[in-house]
């Protein structure tokens, strides 16, 4: 059984387990203040050529969403979210546990737009429903789609004008910022949101984000606010080692190119047999639509996800591949499929 469900399924690259094993028995400071998570914060400002940002090491996407989500907004202001928005579906109503409503918008393709939270605004005037002020995104989104510059600077203006919040949820940042239809780079980011995060769970990392807060006005006070939450980790250098690791050179984003080309070749594979998808994803998450009697067959020596069903007769699946993901688990399973569809057709 060999699973495509998800991109966390392996551990942690070897260099950083490594890494975590030579530092074991040294003797650090606590909270995040240990020279490690330092170093680790001066490479990623390094990298997103600014340094008037704070960094934050924070051991997984739910709660880096929750504790920033609650901490930007009153208590009587709103996040607005696509429908399939991570914060929406997934999170097991973390920010709703927070006190803060989530305000859901259809999008498209996964993104927002402009208009999108125009409407949103239209419809809440007043005092007497909660006022919208941060604005969720994911960059990959939830369906494997990905923002263009042009689009996040659209949103970046919007937000600008009507005083929102525009935040990102990095969790797949990486595959985003590594696609071949991207035009983004690491350091356009501090300068379009407000605050993001770069996802470390989802490309090799064994725990960890790493939030960038780029406003000041968000920025005072977090880590009360990651103390409060139970996320200031006594042993902080367990994350800050592993970003240092993954950001001293490439890593980070050799690992992410690899996860894309790894989905690169089963898109093209899964393309020249016909195969049609729910969604176009130019990042590491595939949604491809297969009969449901194919999808039974392959599911007793693959894992993963049956996303939506199209009809009565077909569904689509999820496909993810990840830095540890290898080519001839790819290939293994289009020559299962191939078996598959051609006994399903005689």
Request: one cysteine or more.
């Amino acid at each position: 059984m060999y699973s495509f469900k998800n991109d966390y399924s392996e551990g942690a690259h070897p260099r950083i387990l490594t890494a975590l094993l030579e530092t074991n028995l040294k003797q650090d400071e606590g909270y995040g203040e240990d020279q490690y998570s330092c170093k680790a914060k001066e490479l990623i400002k390094e990298k997103i050529a600014s340094t008037n940002v704070d960094i934050h090491f924070i051991s997984g996407g739910t709660q880096t969403n929750l504790i920033a989500i609650s901490s930007f907004l009153k208590p009587h202001e709103a996040a607005i979210a696509v429908s399939s928005g991570h914060i929406l579906g997934h999170e097991t109503g973390a920010i709703e546990a927070t006190g803060h409503k989530i305000l859901s918008v259809e999008g498209k393709d996964g993104k927002l737009t402009a208009a999108d939270l125009q409407i949103v605004l239209d419809g809440h005037p007043d005092e007497h429903m909660v006022k919208p002020k941060l604005v969720y995104i994911s960059n990959s989104t939830e369906i494997g789609s990905i923002y263009s510059k042009l689009e996040l600077q659209e949103l970046h203006d919007f937000c600008q004008c009507n005083h929102l919040i525009l935040y990102m949820d990095g969790a797949r940042l990486g595959s985003a910022l590594c696609s071949e239809e991207n035009d983004l780079q690491l350091s356009d980011l501090p300068d379009l949101v407000d605050a993001f995060y770069i996802g470390g769970t989802k490309n090799g990392a064994l725990i960890g984000e790493a939030l960038v807060i780029s406003t000041d006005s968000l920025k005072e006070d977090f880590r009360y606010h990651l103390k409060q939450k139970g996320a200031l980790l006594a042993k902080g250098r367990l994350l800050g080692i592993q970003f240092l690791e993954l950001f001293r050179d490439d890593l980070f984003f050799d690992l992410s190119k690899h996860a894309n080309r790894m989905a690169g070749l089963l898109r093209e594979e899964l393309s020249n047999l016909n195969i049609k998808f729910l969604t176009h994803s130019p990042s590491n998450q595939l949604f491809p639509i297969f009969p449901n009697s194919v999808i039974t067959i392959l599911l007793n020596k693959y894992s993963f996800h049956i996303w939506e069903k199209v009809d009565l007769d077909k569904s689509a699946i999820r496909l993810v591949t990840s830095w540890a993901t290898k080519e001839e688990e790819v290939v293994g399973f289009i020559e299962e499929l191939k078996k598959v569809l051609k006994c399903s057709t005689v």
